[in-house]
Nanobody, 119 residues
Framework: QVQLVESGGGLVQTGGSLRLSCAAS????????MGWYRQAPGKQRELVAK???????EYEDSVRGRFTISRDNANNTLFLQMNSLQPGDTAVYYC?????????????WGQGTQVTVSS
């Protein structure tokens, strides 16, 4: 089992910055991809950014150039640096990790952290 603990959410004004963290613990043999989703009220959950085991990154169009995803493999921690935040970024942000277990990829989710951007 893998547990994910997120931190770093909060309230910020338009144009501000936040840094989200997601720490994975438990029995972890090898982490594959990691990433962040978000879900705003009344909307579907959407992928914000992801990073592969080889540190290849992908971003949703609206955050590209403003958000940066990174990972600390030694400490099994994922980060999301969010700059130039806009009200449209307001959502609950969830991290996920894909872990190899007995030859299968299994996905684990964090509990979510609220990000609120005021105008």
């Amino acid at each position: 089992q893998v547990q994910l603990v997120e931190s770093g959410g909060g309230l910020v004004q338009t144009g501000g910055s936040l840094r989200l963290s997601c720490a994975a613990s438990g029995i972890i043999y090898r982490i594959n991809a990691m990433g962040w989703y978000r879900q705003a009220p009344g909307k579907q959950r959407e992928l914000v950014a992801k990073i592969s085991s080889g540190s290849r990154t992908e971003y949703e169009d609206s955050v590209r150039g403003r958000f940066t995803i990174s990972r600390d493999n030694a400490n099994n921690t994922l980060f999301l640096q969010m700059n130039s935040l806009q009200p449209g970024d307001t959502a609950v942000y969830y991290c996920y990790v894909q872990v190899w277990e007995s030859g299968w990829l299994k996905t684990y989710w964090g509990q979510g952290t609220q990000v609120t951007v005021s105008s």
